[in-house]
Nanobody, 123 residues
């Protein structure tokens, strides 16, 4: 396991943008972002393979969110554009072991998690 530290959350108006970052304490395999809104279960947002060329998005964020990574910095980014009030949630970064390069939409596939960062979108 590695330590994951997220940053970049905050309050934004609908239609605005935010960029989240997640830095790992060491090398990782695939990395992903999940989110949990109040009263709801944690849900998959997006994930990226180790090479950065295998990316998955939830249908709800396709065309609005972009995931990327910088392996030299052990960091994954989530650019969120066209934010909607329904995007309001705590966003969690997750990482798979370095021997697991493929992304997954299943939270159980990840063994390292960040503490979460709040994203609030006002209408």
């Amino acid at each position: 396991q590695v330590q994951l530290v997220e940053s970049g959350g905050g309050l934004v108006q609908a239609g605005g943008s935010l960029r989240l970052a997640c830095t790992a304490s060491g090398g990782t395999g695939a990395m992903g972002w999940f989110r949990q809104a109040p009263g709801k279960e944690r849900e998959f947002v997006t994930a990226i393979g180790w090479r950065g060329d295998n990316i998955r998005y939830a249908d709800s964020v396709k065309g609005r969110f972009t995931i990327s990574r910088d392996n030299a910095m052990n960091t994954v980014y989530l650019q969120m554009n066209g934010l909607k009030p329904d995007d309001t949630a705590v966003y969690y970064c997750a990482a798979r072991g370095s021997w697991l390069p493929s992304p997954s939409a299943n939270a159980n596939a990840y063994d390292s998690w960040g503490q979460g960062t709040q994203v609030t979108v006002s209408s």
